[in-house]
């Protein structure tokens, strides 16, 4: 059974920060793609940060880029992948998802951590 578990959302003040971690089990992640994604109220769900199988390559977008560190743990039978998040604006208050895939994060979903940014 594929299992992909979110945690460490919550309310934190501007400037502030919170680490995400996502448990994805249930196939060889070890072998994927991870990444995370927003979406806030009224608005569609956007990309924020991926990672290749290694750890090798990260990606993110502009908006977050030099405040947020996606990272990962690939152990045996579950990885773990990691969103570290500083400077916190009210802008990043959003549900955040973990999701992973062959190629691009996008096959395999979590059921998301809300994150609340207050000003």
């Keep these: ?11 934190v003040q501007a400037g502030g920060s919170l680490r995400l971690s996502c448990a994805a089990s249930g196939r060889t992640f070890s072998s994927y793609a991870m990444g995370w994604f927003r979406q806030a109220p009224g608005k569609e769900r956007e990309f924020v940060a991926a990672i290749s199988w290694s750890g090798g390559s990260t990606y993110y977008a502009d908006s977050v880029k030099g405040r947020f560190t996606i990272s990962r743990d690939n152990a045996k039978n579950t990885v773990t992948v990691y969103l570290q998040m ?3 604006k009210p802008e990043d208050t959003a549900v955040y998802y973990c999701a992973a895939g062959d190629s691009f994060p996008e096959d395999y979903w979590g059921q998301g951590t809300q994150v609340t940014v207050s000003s």
Excluded: I, K, P, T
């Design 1 to 11: 059974q594929v299992q992909l578990v979110e945690s460490g959302g919550g309310l």
């Design 86 to 88: 500083n400077s916190l």
